[in-house]
């Protein structure tokens, strides 16, 4: 990696060159080109425009800043400019939301397969374990969600070599960044109607991302499918959260638009002060709950103490909409990811034969570890997988020689742990120069890119209410920091711009 | 005073009261009826909907954040609940507005009265003197000022014993929170739209507050009179702002309504970079001046060398429009307001009868140290006084047996200090309790509040472009911290609510 140059924003507009980087620009928007006072100026401008258009997060050097609203903030780490994207992929991007919203509640709903397929991720993975075991109670129960609302977000890399793309995953829980992805957007619509034409760029080929509407109206349509007027939306959320912004954004929008109101508790909190009546409805600190939308409890951090899971249980056994419910939790998994990339395993779930080539499509090569060729194949050729821990939360993939040496280890021991993990296809997204800010602060760097796009799903028993894609989130990391994966790397907010 | 209470917002919405205040609330908002749980839900969504709306200021213990945008972010200080204010005197201070617009464009012309007025405080303050230097040389070289813009903002008081609204002072330059005054009104109307109902509160109540959009509107019409589509409006700032966002946002508003870009230079920067071409046209860094807006230099210690007094002439002399000019500048001084309420000097500048009176209405006693009746008084019942010396910014006032022991002094000396003084009526607004919200955390306390009312007045020669009130500002601070002025105590940002 060459070094990074890193940009300083002084005063009113005055930015201070550290060092410039060698290299030249394969894409559309020659960062090269682009002279140093404008992106002094522009780094300005983005700065105070985000400060007062809410593109905020909690600064991890100011105390409180992670509980209290309104104290140390900063603006969120952005990428200066839009980076450029294939607009057939986003269309194809999007197509494939309503057909992975659909695969989700058909896996969903067919607990063998979930089951049957977790049952060895179980045995090496306590986490999975305990939500597999809420899965087997709410069988026991013969517990129905006749509303199932699913938010969920597809991430994908454009693979350079084959100029494909191709999911890294599937969050059926927690897909963040909803408030603040189209934020970004805006900005840099902003910054191109007035700096578009020296750097000859066009901001109505960023396109339009309503995410945290579009995401805020679901939620209120199931709220409104759940019927009770008193009903409000638990946000089930970390005791210490420095993205909070972004999910007020969500909340607020809920309220202002739709006069609907949140709840903000953990897990914890939860179980001290929630209650499950007779007829199943869920009262959490005096109020009815409609809908349960978990913003935490998606790694084993979120679940210190048994008080945790008790409240994880009582909830999934109230008649409030979970979003997710636990069979949708665990149709998220990484390993069902996988087992849904085996030969015919699609076909189980949908009929539409064009539906199931095009999600195939944008498949990338995903394998268990029983697989002894594929094992052999990635302790020869490490470089060209990662392994992944039946884990949420980024930053737990393995990389290069630690796939090796974690195959080998795990062969001696001829471990069940073999199970925690899947192996994955290695993506090598084209590496670019782009502008990055945080904390004030701008750097020029080489960056990878990675785009989520957000899906909502709405049933109430048979009829279907939304299956719609709900705009996309751009994620711009230093390519450094690759093997670190987004959420562990320096990576930024970031928008698109169609080619 | 009764110790104030404390309420802080700890994670989620939960609040701990640490004490509670006795007293009885005069007001239609029965504060100390409000149920604790509400208070606490309230300030964590006030909080959450501050930040993403850009209701911000610098946090004074970070580093930068005086200096870089979009660092060291802390929501601005603001009263929790609109303050109760009748609506016929918002009314009054609202047809005042283009009264005192003309009013002040009448003094800036009457170059004689202004020197006059100031001969003795030129000698006793050498601040004013510089200023009264520059306006000397533009008499001298006869220059006139043709496009003239004022915003203006004029502050008053209820008078809790005449139920009079009387005048503080005017405002000729610098008259900021324009960009964050709208916005307290808009949180306002959030929360009674969703909490009204529990506090008998009608959001309706609260006024439509547009400054921000009304004040760059006027500048953006004074930028279309001078004529050059590559002009830029320079903003002459302080080198550290921590209300740097409330100018952001007058800026943004600029760029993105109006098409107008903007330029931040302190006066140094200026003396810097700045040239004055052969026919007037003023250019900072390459880039030409259509409007010279001070944000800056209205104390003393804005102007730490000669550098800055350099620029400051050498802009006064350009054809740029000055907001506002060195006229101006001088008909908003402490010393022009006490000259104008001497009897039959208004009627040197209006014509209109109804005006005068009007103005006269609203104008608190002013004298000067020359009364020696008035100086006596003031000696005997000093409680009954404020001492205002010849400089803004505020917390520069005298008050209650400092105003006897000062007065004293000055007489023993016969000094010509005298001049840097005038004498003002103390008003006793109504002190009721109220929420105030600071760093995330909620006091409740015995308040004053401030109305200042904006005003926007264009001029090319002959021809009255725009004269109008452009919105109001509420500002409440605790009533202990009244001898210390507004912009000294515990200042937040308030709105009104009409009765």
Chains 1, 2 share one sequence.
């Not at 454009?158 to 999911?167: F, N, S, Y």
């Not at 909070?244 to 609907?260: A, F, P, T, V």
Request: with cysteine; hydrophobic share 40%; charged share 25%.
């Amino acid at each position: 990696m060459p070094q990074s140059s890193q940009i300083l924003p002084l005063n009113r507009g005055k930015v201070g060159v550290r060092e410039t980087q060698e290299g030249s620009s394969r894409r559309p928007i020659n960062v090269d080109g682009i002279d140093q006072e404008l992106v002094e100026k522009m780094v300005y401008d983005a700065l105070a425009w985000s400060s007062i258009h809410g593109l905020v997060v909690g600064d991890r050097s100011v105390q409180r800043s992670s509980t209290v609203p309104g104290v140390g903030m900063v603006h969120a780490p952005f990428a200066l400019l839009p980076m450029p994207f294939p607009k057939s992929q986003l269309k194809q991007a999007y197509e494939l939301a309503p057909i992975f919203n659909e695969l989700v509640d058909r896996v969903s709903l067919d607990a063998k397969f979930l089951q049957d397929s977790l049952s060895r991720t179980k045995i090496a993975d306590p986490f999975t374990s305990r939500l597999v075991d809420i899965h087997s109670k709410m069988l026991e129960i013969n517990k129905k969600e006749e509303i199932r609302l699913g938010l969920h977000r597809s991430d994908y890399m454009l693979d350079e070599q084959t100029k494909l793309l191709l999911q890294i995953e599937m969050n059926t829980i927690s897909s963040s960044f909803e408030g603040l992805s189209g934020l970004v957007g805006k900005l840099h619509r902003s910054l191109l109607s007035y700096y578009g034409e020296f750097l000859g760029l066009d901001f109505k080929r960023i396109p339009d991302n309503a995410s945290v509407s579009q995401l805020s109206a679901a939620l209120a349509r199931a709220w409104t499918e759940y019927n009770n007027p008193r009903a409000v939306v638990l946000f089930v959320v970390q005791a210490e959260e420095r993205n909070m912004y972004d999910q007020h954004w969500l909340s607020i929008m809920l309220k202002e638009k739709h006069n609907i109101s949140t709840l903000r508790k953990t897990l914890a909190e939860i179980d001290a002060e929630g209650k499950l009546l007779p007829d199943g409805t869920l009262v959490v600190s005096g109020q009815v709950i409609g809908i349960v939308y978990f913003r935490a409890r998606y790694t084993p951090t979120d679940y210190p103490s048994e008080s945790e899971w008790r409240a994880r249980l009582f909830m999934e056994r109230s008649s409030a909409i979970k979003c997710p419910s636990i069979s949708y939790r665990l149709a998220g998994t990484k390993k069902i990811q996988q087992e849904l990339a085996k030969p015919n395993v699609l076909e189980r779930f949908l009929d539409d034969k064009e539906d199931i080539a095009k999600l195939r499509k944008c498949f990338a090569g995903l394998w268990s570890l029983d697989d002894s060729n594929i094992v052999r194949k990635a302790i020869e050729t490490p470089e060209l997988f990662v392994m992944k821990p039946q884990r949420e939360g980024g930053g737990n993939n393995i990389y290069g020689n630690e796939v090796r040496e974690t195959l080998i280890k795990l062969q001696k021991e001829g471990s069940e742990a073999n199970a925690s993990y899947i192996l994955m296809q290695r993506l090598f997204p084209t590496v670019s120069p782009t502008f990055l800010v945080r904390e004030g602060i701008c750097y020029k760097d080489g960056v990878v890119s990675e785009l989520g796009v957000y899906g909502a799903y709405l049933r109430n028993n048979e009829k279907v209410i939304l299956n719609d894609q709900c705009g996309y989130l751009m994620r711009t990391k230093l390519a450094s920091s690759d093997e670190g994966g987004v959420a562990a790397g320096f990576a930024v907010l970031d928008s698109l711009y169609l080619t």
